[in-house]
């Protein structure tokens, strides 16, 4: 079923336009929560440093990831961090299941059909965009390990104390 998902995601985003490639515009987006009503969208950040990281329920990295980076949204949220997380699973079911025992602070949607993530040109899992104040894509982050966490708290240090 994991490669189902992956290769689906795959065939979806090669048939994609133009992605969004670092030092361009962030693409907009519209996506609805996954634990409430309401609809997200990125320029509801505008200003803010955010990191939209593309996950799976089924992604033993992401596993790893999400309370790492509730630690850092927590630490820096008060001074313009946000972490959008932004659901790829085939099923909202899956995704609920997987913030049962996995609860975040941050904002987490849900990408029905990875449109989003087509424009982001996402191909594994995780998948993070640093996007900066102005709103402008500075990095791209593949997977995560346990020392990644490091590398993203300085990029965040780093966009946050920009201008």
Known sequence: MKLKIVLMVFVF?????????????????????LVSDQTITLSDYKGKVVYL???????????ESFPKLDKLHSKYKDQGFAVIAVNLDQSKDLALAFLQTNSVGY??????GAKVAGLYDVSSMPSSYFIDKKGIVRLAHQGFRP?????????????????
């Open 13 to 33: 985003l090669s048939g994609c336009g133009k992605a969004v490639t670092k030092g361009e515009p962030a693409a907009a987006f519209s996506l609805s929560s």
């Open 53 to 63: 990281d593309f996950w799976a329920s089924w992604c033993k990295p992401c596993i």
């Open 107 to 112: 904002q987490v949607l849900y990408d029905d």
């Open 147 to 163: 020392s990644d966490e490091i590398k993203i708290e300085k990029a965040i240090q780093h966009l946050l104390a920009e201008k």
